[in-house]
């Protein structure tokens, strides 16, 4: 049995695990992504990290191909740099892979965290035999992987994907790049928490917001139809510009169901341009809480590569 080694890094915390090459991950350890320290002190943290779950999984080293690692944009995948991601702000043109395979023996590849999450459901998810579909990941944030071709699409540095600033309605307001009306400020978890919370005058999360729109609440209801319409759009743009045959919705909103996708389907089924666009699948992601470490370690299967 090979193994490889995913290191999946968030503005919260890190996950790291060894996965087996049939994507079963047989060891796996969680820390704090501590912003108070240098980055070289905390991908430090993270190497004795990785070397204490190998440790625990009792596997020969000799039997380990690399370590893959999915970190938050915008980044440097060709050059194994995290560059300046908004929710690591001391991270600035950090050569990660350079650290880290400083330490070990085997190799190391980088890749924007929703590109790797792509890999994992093309791996062992929803995108298993597709070679043409979107992952999209409607979180705290929005982004997303596309495989094109049986290919991830990486662009010029590794940063394609990123559809949280696509902009899909100016009325909705300016978002925090200073354009009007992204996908990310209108669609994500933080978006529909804040916009729910001042409709109604209480703080509220982003599944109380979902319940009050379950109980038919009279302003919550219009509002969420707007934006999980703006979702609509933003598929319907996808699948026309990308020819995809599937759109994966993963990430903590994707959890309230049938009220999220039956909607999103009926406006792919209507107004995508082709008329085979109309048919493309609308499907929840397969393997929400390891997709992070297991599609850093998908970097290292070759038939996920090609
Ligand atoms: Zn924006």
Redesign the pocket.
């Known amino acids: 049995m090979l193994y490889t080694i995913g290191v999946d890094i968030g503005g919260t915390k890190v996950a790291i695990g060894v996965v087996e090459s049939t994507g079963k991950v047989i060891e796996q350890s969680v820390i704090p992504t501590d912003l108070t320290i240098t980055p070289y002190d905390m991908i430090s943290r993270i190497n004795r990290e990785v070397n204490k779950v190998i440790q625990n999984a009792n596997i020969p080293t000799q039997h380990i191909k690399g370590i893959g690692i999915g970190a938050p944009g915008p980044l440097d995948s060709k050059k194994g740099m995290i560059t300046c991601p908004p929710n690591l702000p001391t991270w600035r043109d950090i050569p990660i892979k350079e650290w880290v395979e400083k330490e070990f023996d085997f190799p190391v590849r980088l890749e924007n965290d929703a590109n790797a999450a792509a890999l994992a459901e093309k791996w062992i998810g929803a995108g298993q035999s597709c070679n043409h579909f979107i992952y999209m990941t409607v979180s705290t944030g929005i982004g997303s992987g596309i495989i094109c071709d049986g290919k991830l699409l990486r662009g010029r540095k590794g940063n394609a994907g990123d559809i949280?600033?696509m902009?899909v309605d100016p009325s909705f307001g300016t978002?925090?790049?200073?354009?009007k009306g992204?996908l990310?400020?209108i669609a994500s978890g933080t978006a529909i928490s804040r916009e729910g919370s001042k409709i109604t005058g209480e703080s509220l999360s982003t599944e109380e917001v979902f319940q009050l729109y379950d109980q038919g609440h009279p302003e919550i209801v219009p509002y969420l139809d707007s934006v999980i319409k703006v979702l609509g759009v933003a598929c319907v743009s996808l699948i026309n510009t990308f020819d995809t045959e599937k759109i994966i919705i993963g990430g903590g909103v994707s959890k309230v169901g049938v009220a999220l996708f039956q909607p999103i389907r009926s406006y792919v089924q209507s107004y995508a341009l082709n008329p085979d666009g109309r048919t493309t699948e609308i499907v929840p992601s397969k393997l929400e809480q390891n997709s992070g470490v297991v599609g850093a370690a998908a970097l290292w299967i070759p038939s996920v590569m090609n």
Do not use: D, R, S, Y
């Not at 978002?175 to 354009?179: A, S, V």
């Open positions: 949280g600033h902009v978002c925090t790049c200073g354009q992204c990310e400020m």
